[in-house]
């Protein structure tokens, strides 16, 4: 009975001591515990990305910091892109003339104050001429006029005599700011038109670019004869766009001007901020909708002309949730995941749980807490990073 107490007490003993029960022929469980362990760890450390300073500003990481706001509610529309009109620019010649030269092509993106071409006109060259003369006649005027004040002060030459000289000068400074006209009239800058004198070849005019932007439209062949007002080129400004949308008419009593808005593309990843500029006040007869027109910004330059798109269009707020911008969002397999600033250059990832995007903002249900700061752009750069460490996603 004894023998059997003790047996007893030696099972007791090992099964409530994970030591002995393991030297009991279990030995393979602890290794296997830490290796598991030691697996969280590898999968904390690869899931934290540190970037220098440098690095940030180099892949254009921003941070916000996230809070509860107010789900805006919208509508959405389909809609077609097109030209701001105005921030459109017509490149045009108030001379005929012969184009020579060109400095640019179709599609370029040009600085304000690019040259564009270069164009010879017999017009400009005798306005050039006229100008010169003009200059000549008030410099001796000028001096005549400079020379005969001494003079009459020292009583050598009559009043009547200095006056008339004096005339003159008025008539020749008229005459000069005439001419100076017509070549600034022509398309001569201020600075050309002060070192005319310098040149050697008259009747030569270059263009240049009225606004930055891409060139839109390019109508001419050199060697070609234009007239004054034959249009050359169009500059487009496309760091903003037009959209236009058609909405019912139950749907337009929701939409003021001024409203926010988003436009997407196809994928629905990319998302540019708008706003309501414009409601049409006619009505279509055929599709009986109302036009909207929305402004669109475009920093990128990939929003373009006669591209369909979708428009979300805020008509009011709904109930509030911590919001973080779409472009903060990365999918991972099956996971969204987000990432969060611990310290400075220290960055990682999240896990999140997501509601339904509204006007370019995604609430969070899970993943992260308010006033975290998380990645709003650059985040595609560190879910790369990320991938190219071999960190594997898993699926809680």
């Given at each position: 009975?004894?023998?059997?107490?003790?047996?007893?007490?030696?099972?007791?003993?090992?099964?409530?001591?994970?030591?002995?029960?393991?030297?009991?022929?279990?030995?393979?469980?602890?290794?296997?515990?830490?290796?598991?362990?030691?697996?969280?760890?590898?999968?904390?450390?690869?899931?934290?990305?540190?970037?220098?300073?440098?690095?940030?500003?180099?892949?254009?990481?921003?941070?916000?910091?996230?809070?509860?706001?107010?789900?805006?509610?919208?509508?959405?529309?389909?809609?077609?892109?097109?030209?701001?009109?105005?921030?459109?620019?017509?490149?045009?010649?108030?001379?005929?003339?012969?184009?020579?030269?060109?400095?640019?092509?179709?599609?370029?993106?040009?600085?304000?104050?690019?040259?564009?071409?270069?164009?010879?006109?017999?017009?400009?060259?005798?306005?050039?001429?006229?100008?010169?003369?003009?200059?000549?006649?008030?410099?001796?005027?000028?001096?005549?006029?400079?020379?005969?004040?001494?003079l009459v002060n020292d009583r050598i030459v009559s009043e009547a005599r200095f006056q008339q000289?004096?005339?003159?000068?008025?008539?020749?400074?008229?005459?000069?700011?005439?001419?100076?006209?017509?070549?600034?009239?022509?398309?001569?800058?201020?600075?050309?038109?002060?070192?005319?004198?310098?040149?050697?070849?008259?009747?030569?005019?270059?263009?240049?670019?009225?606004?930055?932007?891409?060139?839109?439209?390019?109508?001419?062949?050199?060697?070609?004869?234009?007239?004054?007002?034959?249009?050359?080129?169009?500059?487009?400004?496309?760091?903003?766009?037009?959209?236009?949308?058609?909405?019912?008419?139950?749907?337009?009593?929701?939409?003021?001007?001024?409203?926010?808005?988003?436009?997407?593309?196809?994928?629905?990843?990319?998302?540019?901020?708008?706003?309501?500029?414009?409601?049409?006040?006619?009505?279509?007869?055929?599709?009986?909708?109302?036009?909207?027109?929305?402004?669109?910004?475009?920093?990128?330059?990939?929003?373009?002309?006669?591209?369909?798109?979708?428009?979300?269009?805020?008509?009011?707020?709904?109930?509030?949730?911590?919001?973080?911008?779409?472009?903060?969002?990365?999918?991972?397999?099956?996971?969204?995941?987000?990432?969060?600033?611990?310290?400075?250059?220290?960055?990682?990832?999240?896990?999140?749980?997501?509601?339904?995007?509204?006007?370019?903002?995604?609430?969070?249900?899970?993943?992260?807490?308010?006033?975290?700061?998380?990645?709003?752009?650059?985040?595609?750069?560190?879910?790369?990073?990320?991938?190219?460490?071999?960190?594997?996603?898993?699926?809680?």
């Amino acid at each position: 009975m004894k023998h059997v107490i003790l047996m007893i007490s030696a099972l007791y003993i090992m099964a409530h001591t994970p030591a002995l029960a393991n030297e009991g022929g279990h030995g393979h469980d602890e290794p296997v515990a830490q290796h598991n362990e030691h697996e969280e760890e590898h999968d904390m450390e690869a899931s934290v990305i540190q970037l220098s300073p440098a690095q940030i500003q180099k892949a254009g990481i921003q941070t916000q910091k996230v809070f509860h706001q107010s789900i805006k509610q919208n509508m959405t529309a389909p809609g077609t892109v097109t030209f701001n009109a105005y921030k459109l620019s017509d490149v045009t010649t108030l001379v005929d003339g012969i184009i020579e030269k060109r400095f640019v092509r179709l599609g370029d993106m040009v600085k304000r104050g690019q040259p564009l071409l270069t164009l010879n006109s017999s017009a400009l060259a005798q306005a050039q001429a006229e100008y010169l003369r003009a200059e000549g006649v008030y410099h001796t005027a000028n001096m005549d006029v400079q020379r005969l004040e001494k003079l009459v002060n020292d009583r050598i030459v009559s009043e009547a005599r200095f006056q008339q000289a004096q005339s003159s000068l008025q008539t020749a400074k008229a005459n000069l700011a005439a001419a100076k006209a017509a070549l600034s009239a022509y398309g001569m800058r201020s600075h050309d038109i002060q070192t005319l004198s310098q040149i050697t070849e008259y009747g030569q005019l270059t263009l240049r670019a009225p606004t930055s932007g891409t060139i839109t439209a390019d109508d001419f062949r050199l060697g070609q004869h234009i007239t004054a007002g034959f249009r050359l080129m169009q500059i487009a400004d496309e760091s903003t766009v037009w959209v236009e949308v058609k909405l019912s008419q139950h749907q337009i009593t929701q939409v003021h001007t001024g409203k926010a808005a988003v436009v997407m593309l196809k994928n629905k990843r990319n998302v540019y901020p708008a706003k309501v500029i414009n409601l049409y006040h006619q009505l279509d007869h055929t599709t009986r909708t109302i036009g909207v027109r929305l402004e669109a910004e475009n920093p990128e330059d990939t929003l373009h002309p006669g591209m369909f798109v979708t428009a979300q269009i805020e008509i009011g707020d709904g109930e509030e949730a911590l919001l973080i911008p779409t472009s903060a969002a990365q999918k991972q397999g099956n996971a969204w995941i987000v990432f969060v600033e611990e310290k400075p250059g220290h960055f990682e990832r999240r896990e999140v749980e997501l509601g339904k995007s509204s006007l370019g903002m995604m609430p969070v249900l899970s993943g992260i807490h308010e006033g975290e700061n998380i990645v709003v752009q650059g985040a595609f750069v560190l879910a790369s990073e990320l991938a190219k460490s071999g960190f594997a996603v898993h699926n809680h």
